[in-house]
């Protein structure tokens, strides 16, 4: 299984981008799926997530500005960024926890990480 993260760059304060992660491999279904951020001198943070039944959830400080998605036949989450903030710069990485076979147990994959990076 591999998790593969696109979509970053360079963006001006305001403006948007939206990040893509396909689960490829051997899968049988897909659970909650999410995005977390690491800037430069902090930890990692949980920014989004989605279970398989469409429930979402956000941190505090993107709500109203950052939409979670999936896309489960084509195995894809995505995150639409508006409104970015200098703040926002950070690596962003994907989170899927998924069954690879019927019965399995849920097991947690990461993506690479993509660089967001917010600067006029």
């Known amino acids: 299984v591999q998790l593969q993260a696109s979509g970053g760059g360079l963006v001006q304060p305001g403006g948007s981008l939206r990040l893509s992660c396909t689960v490829s491999?051997?899968?049988?279904?897909?659970?909650?799926m999410a995005w977390y951020r690491q800037a430069p001198g902090r930890q990692r943070e949980w920014v989004a997530s989605?279970?398989?039944?469409?429930?979402?959830n956000y941190v505090d400080s993107v709500k109203g500005r950052f939409t979670i998605s999936r896309d489960n036949a084509k195995n894809t989450v995505y995150l639409q960024m508006n409104s970015l903030k200098p703040e926002d710069t950070a690596v962003y990485s994907c989170?899927?926890?998924?069954?690879?076979?019927?019965?399995?147990?849920?097991?947690?994959?990461w993506g690479q990480g993509t660089q967001v990076t917010v600067s006029s």
């Open positions: 989605m279970v398989s039944g469409g429930a979402s």
């Open positions: 491999g051997s899968v049988y279904s897909l659970n909650t």
């Open positions: 989170n899927v926890g998924l069954r690879r076979t019927v019965g399995s147990r849920v097991t947690n994959y």
